[in-house]
T-cell receptor
Framework: DAGITQSPRHKVTETGTPVTLRCHQT?????MYWYRQDPGHGLRLIHY???????DKGEVSDGYSVSRSKTEDFLLTLESATSSQTSVYFC?????????????FGPGTRLTVT | GENVEQHPSTLSVQEGDSAVIKCTYS??????FPWYKQELGKRPQLIID?????GEKKDQRIAVTLNKTAKHFSLHITETQPEDSAVYFC??????????FGTGTSLTVIP
């Protein structure tokens, strides 16, 4: 658990403001993921990264962007936050498909957009 | 894409009884099926997983079974304890690529 951290852990922001969430890992895992968790929907993939500067979209990517400039950091940006983006956001890491399949989750960030 | 359905959404059992949670998937190419446990306010934790080359896997009181023909897999918890109370999520994946999660089962173990 100590190998994956997220910041901030809680954030309240206003509609229309930009927000950046950070995921930091010390596992040296190649793959990193951003999910959102909402009641009745489980965990849904927003974006993922398969290496430094290599990212791709998930099933709910609209309104989000990501960046990965270092192996250990994966940033999620909401360019202009909306109330529908109020959620709990989880980062996950994975050694890499084809090697070890397991994904390990960070502690989560609770984001409220007012 | 893959579609994973999970049932039931809520489950209450008496302490010591067994609990079973079922998931179905749509993509026959899926071959990796993990189960996560999430306690209130905590992160999802991997508790057991199974690959399509085996039909059953056990780890102490928990087991997972897989029926590839019917495209469903199940989590079995025996001798339930109050600390088993949590939300459980199943997921399906092809070779560890993009995970598709079920909507979760809230398990309550009544002492």
């Amino acid at each position: 658990d100590a190998g994956i951290t997220q910041s901030p852990r809680h954030k309240v922001t206003e509609t229309g403001t930009p927000v950046t969430l950070r995921c930091h890992q010390t596992e040296n895992h190649r793959y990193m993921y951003w999910y959102r968790q909402d009641p009745g929907h489980g965990l849904r993939l927003i974006h993922y990264s398969y290496g430094v500067k290599d990212t791709d979209k998930g099933e709910v990517s609209d309104g989000y962007s990501v960046s990965r400039s270092k192996t250990e950091d994966f940033l999620l940006t909401l360019e202009s936050a909306t109330s529908s983006q109020t959620s709990v956001y989880f980062c996950a890491t994975q050694d890499g498909p084809g090697q070890r399949y397991e994904q390990y989750f960070g502690p989560g960030t609770r984001l409220t957009v007012t | 894409g893959e579609n994973v359905e999970q049932h039931p959404s809520t489950l209450s059992v008496q302490e010591g009884d067994s609990a079973v949670i079922k998931c179905t998937y749509s993509d026959s190419a899926s071959n990796y099926f993990p189960w996560y446990k999430q306690e209130l306010g905590k992160r999802p934790q991997l508790i057991i997983d199974i690959r399509s080359n085996v039909g059953e896997k056990k780890d102490q009181r928990i087991a997972v079974t897989l029926n590839k023909t019917a495209k469903h897999f199940s989590l079995h918890i025996t001798e339930t304890q109050p600390e088993d109370s949590a939300v459980y999520f199943c997921a399906a994946s092809i070779l560890g690529n993009q995970f598709y999660f079920g909507t979760g089962t809230s398990l309550t173990v009544i002492p």
